[in-house]
């Protein structure tokens, strides 16, 4: 987050020494690396996670309907009801925001 990415790896060595199946450091560790340009790095940080068999758990979000009803996402979910509906409207908001964004942060 500061920049400090020699900080950060070392304190994400010490953790995943500490907790070897846990994704927190490897994640933490990825991220920092993204945010640094070190893609090479990053991409290390990814292909030991999978030598090491250390999953991320999928990210999840709630979502609040007129006050009234909550509704869970999970990244990649196609359980949902209206999945289909859902994920039509995303891909069309991800349409909208490359556009205003010249397609910089949206893959």
């Not at 500061?2 to 990825?30: D, N």
């Not at 990210?59 to 609040?64: A, D, F, H, I, L």
Request: net charge positive.
């Amino acid at each position: 987050m500061h920049g400090k990415s020699a900080q950060a790896s070392e304190a994400a060595e010490r953790v995943a020494e500490m907790e070897p199946q846990g994704s927190g450091s490897y994640v933490l560790l990825a991220s920092t690396y993204g945010g640094a340009g070190k893609y090479s790095e990053l991409a290390e940080v990814r292909n030991q996670m999978r030598r090491k068999g250390v999953r991320k758990a999928p990210g999840c979000s709630w979502v609040e309907v007129g006050g009234a009803r909550m509704h869970a996402f999970v990244a990649g979910d196609q359980e949902h009801p209206e999945a289909a509906e859902i994920y039509t409207a995303l891909h069309g908001l991800m349409g909208w925001m490359r556009g205003r964004s010249g397609g910089t942060f949206l893959r």
